[in-house]
């Protein structure tokens, strides 16, 4: 183990591309941002839970499946993937979050 290794992260970071046809085989979605922002659109699928409440309801989190995580320009969902992947579960983070998402063209849904 390196003196550094502590600073690599334990996740990946994918295109919303990606993430999209992850989700559309089986990964569990996670939005990141706040019910409020989660009402004004997410991602097909997604499951709201904010990254503010996400350390205390890992319970709902499946530890079995892929995890990607997204929030509105990947910071949140940085933050998010980094509490998961210390928690054990293989996590990806969603590259430019919603905002990304929205300019990849892909479903949005209300």
Not at 46 to 59: H, T
Not at 66 to 72: G, N, S, Y
């Amino acid at each position: 183990m390196g003196l550094f290794d502590f600073l690599k992260k334990k996740f990946e970071t994918v295109s919303p591309q990606v993430a999209s046809e992850l989700s559309t085989t089986g990964a569990f979605l996670i939005d990141v941002r706040e019910p409020n922002e989660f009402r004004t659109g997410h991602a097909p699928g997604a499951k709201n839970i904010s990254v503010s409440v996400l350390g205390s309801k890992l319970g709902l989190v499946p530890i079995e499946r892929e995890i990607l995580v997204i929030c509105q320009s990947g910071m949140r969902s940085s933050q998010a993937a980094g509490l998961l992947a210390k928690n054990g579960y293989n996590v990806k983070n969603v590259a430019g979050g919603m905002a990304g998402w929205r300019r990849a063209g892909l479903k949005v849904s209300k």
